[in-house]
């Protein structure tokens, strides 16, 4: 059986027999949410020790079958990532930054264990899958294509070792606007009883264990009336990590802002990285640097501290309006949008769409 060479990936195409016919489609894509409606393709490509990656095929979107001793279901070795594709201003499919989606989900192969995919194979996979489900785009302010590759261990084997049999499936998604243009800022609660990730775990991991251990706090904040959870450091419970899915950026009255800075604990966001290098081109001064609760709360208070908002590929950039915890609560600016955090947004979505320059070729485009 032919495997995959790092330099070419062939795909092989399995004809769809049935499509979900255009009517139903345009009616699920016309608000579609996030993450509840499924097109009609997935790629698959399998891995065993003996030949390593092969068997790459876009075909239909089916359920899986898996054997009930299937390593991912015991030990939960399994990685994702998610990225989306848009639609330019003039038609064309595009995605933005994918290697850099390929090259962290490597990343986060190595922490679990788990078999590097070459980085071709993976932009690959995204891109024809991304064009054979084109007619899926939900053409709605704000829509995509949101791109969900996955990999799990798929060896049938209860002993706890590394699998020696793996999945790598890409799936897609019609997605509205997160949250709607206007929408008003977010509420969170700071969890005291529970971290997301410890030094030398896997809090800089795309991995499915982390999010899991985050829906009891994630309970909690909704519990509690709030919409996201934010995490701190798990060594002193001082230092404000991420949300739950979301990295962070605090912005001053003097115009300067600060990210949590990488450390193993936070994963590394591609729209964090992305707004990092926005921000600073524009000679605006961010800094990588810890940031504790108590002084976002008196930075807040005394009004040094004007805005915050959290950013990732589904969200984009949202802003922060309130923060709650035990230990009582304060809101930051107006408790609404603030201007740093609107006008970063629009100049990130404007370099995504293609309404505006692209000089460091973040856009790669489909067709
Ligand atoms: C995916 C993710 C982010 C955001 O990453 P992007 O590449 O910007 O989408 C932030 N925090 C966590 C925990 C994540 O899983």
Same mark, same amino acid.
């Given at each position: 059986?032919?495997?995959?060479?790092?330099?070419?990936? #062939?795909?092989? !195409? /399995?004809?769809?027999?049935?499509?979900?016919?255009?009517? +139903? !489609?345009?009616?699920? /894509?016309?608000?579609?949410?996030?993450?509840?409606?499924?097109?009609?393709?997935?790629?698959?490509?399998?891995?065993?020790?003996?030949?390593?990656?092969?068997?790459? %095929?876009?075909?239909?979107?089916?359920?899986?079958?898996?054997?009930?001793?299937?390593?991912?279901?015991?030990? &939960?070795?399994?990685?994702?990532?998610?990225?989306?594709?848009?639609?330019?201003?003039?038609?064309?499919?595009?995605?933005? =930054?994918?290697?850099?989606?390929?090259?962290?989900?490597?990343?986060?192969?190595?922490?679990?264990?788990?078999?590097?995919?070459?980085?071709?194979?993976?932009?690959?996979?995204? $891109?024809?899958?991304?064009?054979?489900?084109? #007619?899926?785009?939900?053409?709605?302010?704000?829509?995509?294509?949101?791109? $969900?590759?996955?990999?799990?261990?798929? @060896?049938?084997?209860?002993?706890? =070792?590394? &699998?020696?049999?793996?999945?790598?499936?890409?799936?897609?998604?019609?997605?509205?606007?997160?949250?709607?243009?206007?929408?008003?800022?977010?509420?969170?609660?700071?969890?005291?009883?529970?971290?997301?990730?410890?030094?030398?775990? +896997?809090?800089?991991?795309?991995?499915?264990?982390?999010?899991?251990?985050?829906?009891?706090?994630?309970? @909690?904040? /909704?519990?509690?009336?709030?919409?996201?959870?934010?995490?701190?450091?798990?060594?002193?419970?001082?230092?404000? @990590?991420?949300?739950?899915?979301?990295?962070?950026?605090? %912005?001053?009255?003097?115009?300067?802002? /600060? +990210?949590?800075?990488?450390?193993?604990?936070?994963?590394?966001?591609?729209?964090?990285?992305?707004?990092?290098?926005?921000?600073?081109?524009?000679?605006?001064?961010?800094?990588?640097?810890?940031?504790?609760?108590?002084?976002?709360?008196? #930075?807040?208070?005394?009004?040094?501290?004007?805005?915050?908002?959290?950013?990732?590929?589904?969200?984009?950039?949202?802003?922060?309006?309130?923060? &709650?915890?035990?230990?009582?609560?304060?809101?930051?600016?107006?408790?609404?949008?603030?201007?740093? +955090?609107?006008?970063?947004?629009?100049?990130?979505?404007?370099?995504?769409?293609?309404?505006?320059?692209?000089?460091? #070729?973040?856009?790669?485009?489909?067709?």
């Amino acid at each position: 059986m032919a495997t995959l060479a790092d330099a070419r990936i #062939d795909i092989a !195409r /399995i004809p769809h027999p049935a499509p979900v016919p255009s009517a +139903t !489609r345009m009616q699920a /894509i016309a608000d579609p949410g996030f993450g509840k409606v499924f097109t009609d393709h997935m790629v698959s490509i399998d891995w065993v020790e003996e030949l390593g990656w092969h068997n790459a %095929v876009l075909g239909p979107r089916e359920p899986i079958s898996l054997d009930p001793a299937a390593a991912v279901l015991h030990y &939960a070795q399994e990685i994702f990532e998610g990225l989306k594709a848009y639609k330019l201003a003039d038609g064309t499919m595009a995605l933005f =930054r994918p290697e850099k989606n390929a090259k962290r989900f490597n990343e986060s192969a190595r922490r679990l264990a788990m078999p590097a995919l070459p980085e071709d194979a993976f932009v690959e996979a995204v $891109r024809v899958l991304s064009l054979a489900d084109r #007619d899926w785009f939900p053409e709605v302010e704000g829509g995509s294509l949101y791109l $969900r590759p996955f990999m799990f261990a798929s @060896e049938p084997f209860l002993g706890v =070792r590394p &699998a020696k049999q793996y999945k790598f499936l890409v799936i897609a998604s019609p997605a509205g606007n997160y949250f709607k243009s206007g929408a008003p800022a977010v509420s969170i609660w700071v969890s005291r009883d529970y971290t997301r990730a410890a030094p030398g775990g +896997t809090g800089a991991a795309k991995c499915g264990g982390n999010y899991a251990a985050s829906l009891v706090p994630q309970a @909690e904040a /909704i519990e509690r009336g709030h919409d996201q959870v934010v995490f701190l450091d798990a060594a002193e419970k001082k230092w404000i @990590e991420e949300l739950g899915g979301m990295n962070l950026f605090f %912005v001053f009255d003097d115009g300067t802002m /600060i +990210t949590p800075p990488l450390g193993g604990t936070i994963l590394p966001g591609i729209t964090r990285d992305s707004l990092l290098m926005l921000a600073r081109e524009e000679g605006l001064t961010v800094r990588e640097e810890r940031y504790s609760l108590e002084q976002w709360r008196d #930075d807040a208070t005394s009004g040094k501290l004007v805005e915050t908002f959290a950013c990732g590929t589904a969200a984009v950039v949202t802003p922060v309006g309130r923060v &709650a915890g035990h230990d009582g609560e304060f809101t930051i600016g107006s408790g609404g949008p603030g201007q740093m +955090t609107s006008r970063l947004r629009e100049k990130l979505v404007a370099i995504q769409r293609g309404t505006a320059p692209d000089p460091h #070729d973040w856009v790669m485009r489909l067709d």
